[in-house]
């Protein structure tokens, strides 16, 4: 069923489309590629001289300076169709709906450098196959965490509203796009958020408690304090809380309620009882 189904869906795409999954298929050579796009151009169909115009991989990506480092923006597009395409996602994903993780981080590049890497990565959570699989989008390399949280994000933004908008074709067929959470540890996550760290007095993301100092940590020990909303977030209404604007809100995720809604990763937010 599996090879039939594919011809299935392959019967109305183009001849490049079919050539670029026949490429990321089997893995053959440039110069084989070349020769036969020469060969095929002489019979008279319409195709490209060359691999690099057929698969539309772009001649550099380019590094450029941002603050607190440099920069280089792989594109979700691009780093996500061919993966899809290989993996035949049309036939294992039956919803035709793509559940995006996104996991930012900081990395020290080595114990004897102060470099540091922030990567933007995602995964594909309801594809089993590749579901543990990480894609960068996007890679700052500096000495320090990026300055300018929305120069950073600004990028990988434009992309996700971009797909989210969209779509995508995989072999054929349509997928829509959601982002189903977004992942990190507390650090990370009062970077992204732009709001104050985990050891803050009001630094609880669930509720607008004023923390108590207690056997040198940060503790969050009531129960019935207000808790935030998605809602009061966006307007930042804490203003103890909020450093600044984050440029998550762009994103049409429910960045405090991550039960019900699409949001942080409930299992690794900072909880409010004792850290």
Not at 46 to 72: A, E, F, N, Q
Not at 103 to 128: C, E, H, M, R, T
Not at 161 to 185: A, P, Q, Y
């Amino acid at each position: 069923m599996g090879p039939m189904l594919e011809v299935d869906v392959q019967k109305n795409v183009c001849i490049t489309d079919k050539l670029r999954l026949l490429i990321i298929k089997h893995k053959v050579s440039h110069n084989f590629c070349n020769s036969l796009l020469q060969l095929l151009k002489s019979e008279g169909l319409d195709v490209p001289k060359d691999i690099r115009t057929l698969m539309k991989t772009p001649k550099v990506h380019d590094i450029v300076d941002i603050s607190g480092g440099s920069y280089i923006h792989l594109g979700l597009r691009n780093m996500l169709l061919p993966i899809l395409i290989k993996n035949n996602a049309q036939i294992y994903i039956k919803s035709h709906v793509l559940e995006i993780g996104l996991n930012i981080d900081g990395l020290p590049v080595s114990k004897s450098s102060k470099s540091q890497i922030w990567p933007a990565l995602i995964s594909i959570l309801n594809f089993k196959e590749l579901k543990e699989n990480v894609i960068p989008i996007g890679i700052l390399n500096g000495f320090q965490k990026p300055l300018s949280i929305e120069e950073f994000l600004n990028p990988l933004i434009i992309d996700l509203l971009e797909l989210i908008d969209n779509g995508l074709t995989v072999n054929g067929l349509f997928f829509t796009v959601n982002i189903s959470n977004v992942s990190c540890d507390s650090p990370a996550k009062a970077f992204l958020l732009n709001v104050k760290g985990h050891n803050a007095y009001f630094g609880c993301t669930l509720c607008i408690e004023e923390g108590t100092y207690l056997e040198h940590r940060m503790t969050y020990p009531g129960l019935d304090a207000m808790l935030r909303t998605d809602e009061s977030f966006r307007s930042k209404k804490d203003e103890d809380y909020h450093k600044g604007n984050s440029p998550l809100v762009r994103l049409p995720i429910n960045i405090i309620n991550t039960r019900r809604l699409p949001g942080f990763d409930a299992l690794r937010l900072q909880p409010r009882t004792s850290r």
